[in-house]
């Protein structure tokens, strides 16, 4: 039945269930229509006649596409992005954007980096021409590399200082060691201060082309319109960078573990994961609502009996943690499917076991009473996340650069309605039983267990 069941995800049009609903016309409402220009640069829009947008553009250009070398350049081209341009100063810029009442942002993961504009309908003209300017002409000048060296050092020490970011880098650097997505998305300090003109306008060069990005617009934004302005300023831009050269290595997941002992700090931050799958393997559906039943808990929260998380129920019985938040992010060919928690030191252990007792559960006797209610709370949380242009331009944006479509929403009810508890059982066995699994500690874990007592545990 699971393989089936996977083989309708992957060929839909074999299933008669499928045929019977795409028999009327699936689409979003509204619908998201989608266009190529002959250099590659692909351009997706919903138009839902508001009077205000989001537009962008996203590009295949994270901290994954990076060298050991010049790890961290990625994100250092995004903040010299808005430091001036040939035809525009930094002032002249801000003035401008200021002056529309827009909103101008950038940012950059370890797989894409986005750059968008939120403003009135009217304006959306000149918001792809700053857009435009920014990406094309920027100058990178010495000066002001020097002056963003100096913000993104203090950036750094903030995040240091935010022990969920820290924990999730030092989960990366465990699972993918020596890899691309093992590094974080700022990169060492011995690399900002030692990244030139040069690494800049290389990576640029290298990555900020047609082919690689999707010009993406959500709210009052009309397609046509948004095409021709595509033409007239991105229709010039190159189609690829090095030909040839493949910048997507593969990253290997490696079961490990990374400690930091600090017996001064009051609480353990903590993650533990496996490999989760990428963005187009059919599991990620089970994987999302095996995600969902494990869930999300805090001690404030007051929750009463009928909470849906099991594990919640159990481990605030016990008191065993201050909090949990179950994660399952997906990189193109791989992710990382887990929990973080925060806990007293002298309880840890007991809720590493406890979550693996719930891992092992989800594997042999999740109930359908449990993953009905997961998929209503998926859907829900999943129409949730696109009120607003901005979430809209950002479903967009990424789904183009993922599956180059917009996944309808009937589809994806199609999809999370068909998985049943036998799914989730079986795709849970083959993510979790006798997996590497790898952990990233922080706090007084001074007696946390060794890492293959923690591997035993998943047997």
Request: hydrophobic share 35%.
């Amino acid at each position: 039945m699971y393989r089936n069941l996977f083989k309708f995800c992957k060929h839909v049009h074999r299933t008669a269930s499928y045929k019977t609903q795409v028999s009327q016309k699936v689409l979003n409402f509204p619908e998201t229509k989608i266009s190529q220009l002959p250099n590659g640069l692909r351009i997706a829009t919903e138009d839902s006649g508001i009077p205000t947008c989001t537009v962008g553009l996203w590009i295949d250009a994270g901290s994954r596409y990076e060298t050991e070398s010049n790890n961290g350049v990625a994100h250092f081209l995004e903040h010299m992005a808005f430091k001036g341009t040939s035809n525009r100063s930094q002032t002249a810029l801000e003035l401008e954007v200021e002056n529309m009442g827009a909103h101008l942002n950038a940012c950059t993961s370890r797989e894409q980096t986005i750059f968008q504009a939120k403003c009135l309908t009217k304006d959306v003209k000149r918001a792809i021409d700053i857009l435009s300017d920014i990406l094309q002409s920027s100058k990178y000048g010495e000066s002001e590399i020097e002056i963003e060296r100096g913000v993104i050092l203090r950036e750094m020490q903030e995040i240091e200082m935010n022990l969920q970011e820290l924990v999730f880098d030092h989960l990366h650097a465990a699972a993918f060691q020596n890899t691309p997505l093992g590094r974080t998305i700022l990169g060492p300090i011995e690399n900002i201060k030692s990244i030139s003109r040069k690494d800049l306008v290389e990576f640029k060069t290298n990555h900020y082309v047609a082919s690689k990005m999707v010009l993406a617009g959500a709210g009052g934004v009309h397609h046509e319109e948004l095409v021709k302005l595509a033409e007239e300023y991105f229709g010039s831009l190159k189609s690829h960078g090095v030909e040839g050269k493949n910048f997507l290595n593969t990253c290997n997941f490696t079961g490990c573990e990374s400690r930091l002992c600090d017996e001064s700090m009051p609480l353990v931050h903590a993650a533990l994961a496996v490999e989760g799958c990428g963005w187009q393997n059919p599991e990620s559906i089970p994987l999302l609502i095996a995600n969902i039943l494990i869930g999300n808990w805090d001690r404030s929260y007051g929750s009463g009996g009928n909470i849906y998380s099991k594990l919640a129920h159990k481990v605030g019985a016990k008191n065993l943690c201050h909090n949990f938040l179950s994660f399952n992010t997906c990189y193109k060919d791989t992710g990382l499917w887990g929990i973080y928690m925060v806990c007293d030191g002298k309880t840890f252990n007991d809720m590493l076991f406890t979550v693996q007792e719930e891992w092992h559960r989800l594997c042999t006797s999740v109930t359908e009473e449990e993953v009905t209610r997961a998929k209503n709370l998926l859907m829900t949380n999943t129409l949730l996340l696109l009120d607003g242009s901005t979430p809209i331009f950002e479903d967009i944006g990424r789904q183009m650069l993922n599956y180059n479509r917009r996944i309808p929403i009937s589809e994806m009810e199609a999809r999370i309605e068909m998985i049943n508890a036998d799914v989730i059982r079986e795709v849970c066995t083959n993510y979790l039983k006798k997996k590497p699994v790898t952990i990233a500690a922080i706090g007084p874990i001074e007696k946390m267990m060794d890492y293959n007592t923690l591997v035993n545990g998943m047997q």
